[in-house]
Structure formats: structure tokens, C-alpha cells
């Protein structure tokens, strides 16, 4: 049985057989959506592994420049080398950048506002800077008062290998920029987002982005893995207070700088 239809459903009929009118398809936009607790570990494991292999490649290239055998004390000694740990480290951000970029583009949220790269006020900066100067000063109270090391070992042979080799002032510009931005955009930026809108909540993202970012520094002994989780806190009470992970690139970059200042000042460096 037909049924009838009024002159505009005709109309719409007829247009739609006329190839001069063809009938006009309008594609559903998928909605933006924050990448949940699983899809976050995920893709933060694909970041993490990013940039290893970013950091990997170098150290790999320089190894095979000593045309020797690949043995443990080269290792040892290529990683070591100021050079090598200062591209090694910078190569880890563009790594970092690409997937992370993906993944957020995948989600159908812009780069910036996924992971809040937002200016933060003055007032939550000179905040942030006297928060994290009273706990870094707590720190070296502590490891004064116990007989530990105020600075890490490798810091300094690194530091004096890259002074050596006449690029101290690369290693300045991985260690106080490209690494705080690279660590930040993972552990305060793409992990803490997904995560503290799942059911961890901000809390359990802050714990957890802490303790990911301390796995980060393995190469550190215990009493320094503690001072790194303590900053990593902080950091993530910050980006949770202040909506912005400008505010922890920043603080981290200082605290970099400050620790490379301070190393070189008790190894003699200058």
C-alpha cells in the first residue's frame, strides 16, 4: 500500500533524484571524550616507551661508534659521556610529543587543552617556587643531618664529562628544558588528565603520576627516589590547584637548573 506524502516530502523526493540537486549527507562528528583509566595507562605506555626508544636510538648510534665490543664498561662509558646523555635526553621529547599528540588527537581534544598547557597566574607561580624551595631545603636538611649526599654521584661525573667535551651548555638545556617537558607532558599532563577523571579521581591521579614519574629515576639511590616522589606530590597537587601544566614545566625546569648549579658548585665545576 503506498503511502501518501505531502509536497514537501515530494519535493525532497524529487531533488534527491535530480543530479543537479543530490541529496545532502551529513556525517555524525564523533564527540570529544577523555581517554578513561585503561586508555590512559595505554597510551602513557606508549608515550614511556617513545621516548626510550627516542633516548635508545642515540645511545645506541654512540656505542656503535667505538667500534669495540659492546660490553658492559662500554656501556658504562657511553652513558656517562656528556654528549650522549645531553641528545639522548633531548631526542626523548619530540618522541614524546608525537604520540602524545596522536593519542589527544584521538580523542577529538586539541593538544593544548588536554593537557591544560595553560599560563599560570603570578601568584600560583611565586606559590608554586616558595612551595617547592621549602621542600627541596627540607631535603638537603635531612641529607645533611644523615651524612647522605646532597647531590647524586652520576650527576656530577656526567656533568664534568659534559664540561669536558665543551657542551656543559647542552646538558643545561636537557636537563632544565627538554626533560621537564617531556616528563611533565607525560606524568602531570597526559596521565594525570585521563586519570583523575576516572575513578581514581584527582587524588589517585596525583599518587599515581608521582609514582610513575619516580620510576623515571631509577638511577638514583632510595633517599633521592624519596625526594623525587615528594616533588612529584607537589608537582601534582599543583596542576590540580592551578588547572595548569605550564606551572610544573616551569617549577621542574627551575629545580633542574638549581640541582645542576648546585652540582657543579660542590664538584668544583665551574
Same mark, same amino acid.
Not at 51 to 69: D, P, T
Given at each position: ?13 524529487? @531533488?534527491? /533524484? ?28 606508549? *608515550? ?22 659492546? @660490553? ?24 614524546? /610529543? ?14 593544548? @587543552?588536554?593537557?591544560? /598547557? ?33 647531590? $647524586? ?11 669536558? @667535551? ?5 646538558? !643545561? ?13 607525560? $606524568? ?11 575513578? !581514581?579521581?584527582?587524588?589517585? $591521579? ?24 615528594? *616533588? ?27 640541582? !645542576? ?10
Amino acid at each position: 500500500m503506498a503511502v501518501a506524502c505531502e509536497n514537501p516530502c515530494e519535493s525532497t523526493l524529487m @531533488d534527491s /533524484l535530480n543530479p543537479e540537486h543530490p541529496t545532502l549527507i551529513v556525517k555524525a562528528r564523533r564527540e570529544p571524550r577523555i581517554w578513561g583509566f585503561w586508555g590512559t595507562a595505554l597510551w602513557g605506555f606508549a *608515550i614511556f616507551m617513545a621516548m626510550f626508544a627516542g633516548q635508545a636510538l642515540v645511545m645506541g648510534y654512540f656505542l656503535l661508534r667505538l667500534g669495540a665490543e659492546l @660490553d658492559r664498561a662500554a656501556f658504562i662509558h657511553v652513558v656517562g659521556g656528556g654528549l650522549a646523555t645531553a641528545l639522548s635526553v633531548t631526542m626523548g621529547l619530540p618522541a614524546v /610529543l608525537a604520540v602524545t599528540w596522536l593519542a589527544t588527537r584521538l580523542a577529538g581534544i586539541s593538544f593544548s @587543552d588536554y593537557l591544560a /598547557l595553560r599560563l599560570p597566574s603570578w601568584r600560583r607561580l611565586f606559590a608554586g617556587i616558595l612551595a617547592l624551595f621549602v621542600l627541596v631545603m627540607g631535603w638537603d636538611a635531612v641529607s645533611r643531618a644523615t651524612g647522605h649526599e646532597v647531590t $647524586a654521584g652520576f650527576m656530577g661525573e656526567v656533568l664534568q664529562s659534559g664540561q669536558a @667535551d665543551g657542551v656543559l651548555w647542552l646538558m !643545561v638545556l636537557a636537563f632544565a628544558v627538554a626533560a621537564p617537558i617531556s616528563e611533565e607532558i607525560f $606524568a602531570r599532563g597526559f596521565l594525570y588528565r585521563g586519570w583523575s577523571e576516572s575513578f !581514581v579521581g584527582p587524588a589517585g $591521579a596525583i599518587l599515581l603520576s608521582a609514582a610513575i614519574w619516580t620510576a623515571l629515576h631509577l638511577q638514583y639511590d632510595w633517599f633521592f627516589l624519596g625526594e623525587v616522589f615528594s *616533588i612529584g606530590l607537589l608537582f601534582g597537587y599543583l596542576r590540580y590547584r592551578s588547572q595548569s601544566l605550564w606551572l610544573t614545566i616551569i617549577l621542574h625546569g627551575l629545580n633542574n637548573l638549581a640541582a !645542576v648549579i648546585q652540582t657543579l658548585l660542590l664538584t668544583g665545576s665551574s
